[in-house]
């Protein structure tokens, strides 16, 4: 269903753009050979023209529309998972509320067949979220904010080569840092978030946002995603597109840890 979805946005988007350089190509070649320019030459100019604008064009929209859409939350049910997947979840959120954490929500994102259990803690202003995506691991984000549009995230994901790429090239913000512990319990990620966030407070001279319920944390996503979406609007896929081949090669992929506007 998904590969069904991604295939009508590719060939819509990929209609629309033609149907439009239909008539602004028309109009470049007439401005082209009126400046002097050579019939092999205008060929050549509106051939890069055409390749560089499908490019920016069509990559956008789909990751518009598929990777970073606006951020809904859906309440639903993780009885759905596969029985192991719901056992795992139901240990790792029982040891999240020995230590004080409340269970907020159940929810699923629509159009990507993942599914979430997200805990708040009413005193320490943090968040963890219990993760299931088709095809992966189980995995665990802890998540804080801190004020003016800062977040900390620490998970215990799995490397994804691919999912890697994607977030790499298009998807990093410059005040939404993370760091990786693949293999640790979601209770393990706590102690070391609340040291990291200690750290970036003093360090940058930020206010912590001290609440744990939904709303702050529906907010915050929300903001983080509409910032991720306009940064893409403004960002080159072809520069973007180097930097997901580059990744492979990065010292990042050894050492998942993006620090952002932190260490400027």
């Known amino acids: 269903m998904q590969w069904r979805k991604i295939l009508g946005i590719g060939i819509a988007t990929v209609a629309t753009f033609y149907l439009i350089w239909t008539f602004v190509s028309s109009g470049l070649r007439s401005l082209f050979l009126a400046w002097g320019f050579s019939e092999a030459l205008t060929e050549l100019l509106l051939g890069i023209l055409f390749a560089t604008a499908q490019l920016e064009t069509v990559l956008k929209i789909m990751l518009l529309q598929l990777a970073i859409r606006p951020a809904k939350f859906v309440e639903t049910s993780l009885s759905q998972l596969p029985h192991s997947d719901q056992q795992a979840i139901q240990r790792q959120s029982r040891e999240l509320q020995q230590r004080g954490f409340i269970k907020l929500l159940d929810y699923t994102v629509p159009g990507t067949g993942g599914m979430a259990r997200l805990f708040g803690h009413p005193d320490w202003g943090s968040f963890v979220e219990l993760g299931y995506a088709p095809g992966l691991p189980l995995f665990a984000n802890s998540i804080c904010f801190l004020e003016p ?28 840092l993370c760091k990786r512990q693949s293999g640790v319990s979601p209770a393990m990620l706590i102690n070391p978030l609340l040291l990291w966030r200690q ?39 072809s520069y973007a597109l180097l930097q997901a081949l580059w990744y492979p090669f990065s010292k990042m992929r050894q050492h998942f840890v993006w620090l952002g506007d932190s260490i400027r």
Not at 149 to 176: G, I, K, T
Not at 211 to 222: C, M, N, S, V
């Open 149 to 176: 549009h800062w977040s900390l995230e620490l998970s215990n994901a799995q490397p994804n080569l691919l999912v890697d790429m994607v977030w790499f090239a298009f998807l990093r913000q410059p005040r939404a």
């Open 199 to 237: 750290q970036v407070r003093q360090q940058l001279g930020l206010a912590a946002q001290r609440q744990g319920d939904l709303a702050t944390y529906i907010t915050a996503e929300r903001e983080k995603r509409q910032r991720q979406r306009q940064a893409l609007l403004n960002k080159s896929m």
